[in-house]
């Protein structure tokens, strides 16, 4: 059964960081792509990060850019978002997913129960 298990959320005020990880398990996903998405109460879901764990492809959505960092630990089967500089606006709900297609849209196969981001100001 594969699982995504995401973990590193919490309390923090603006400007502060945070590294948030996803565990997989349950299958290889060594050629796998890993995204991360975001949800604030209230609004629609957003694409964050995603990273092709082999190749070191990645994709940021513009307003993380220069802030967040995705990476992976392919031996770990773990890819990790260091989120740096926060703002109050990316409190959230975050996700990670895995499929096989780096893409900034929710099209992924597998994905994880979120944790909470909250910013304060």
């Known amino acids: 059964q594969v699982q995504l298990v995401e973990s590193g959320g919490g309390l923090v005020q603006a400007g502060g960081s945070l590294r948030l990880s996803c565990a997989a398990s349950?299958?290889?996903?060594?050629?796998?792509?890993m995204g991360w998405f975001r949800q604030a109460l209230g609004k629609e879901g957003e694409f964050v990060a995603a990273?092709?764990?082999?190749?070191?492809?990645?994709v940021y959505a513009d307003s993380v850019k220069g802030r967040f960092t995705v990476s992976g630990d392919n031996a770990k089967n773990t890819v990790y978002l260091q989120m740096n500089n926060l703002k109050p606006e990316d409190t959230a709900v975050y996700f990670c997913?895995?499929?096989?297609?780096?893409?900034?849209?929710?099209?992924?196969?597998?994905w994880g129960q979120g944790t909470q981001v909250t910013v304060s100001s």
């Open positions: 990273i092709r764990l082999t190749g070191a492809t990645t």
């Open positions: 349950g299958r290889t996903f060594n050629n796998y792509a």
């Open positions: 997913a895995a499929g096989p297609v780096v893409t900034i849209t929710p099209r992924y196969t597998y």
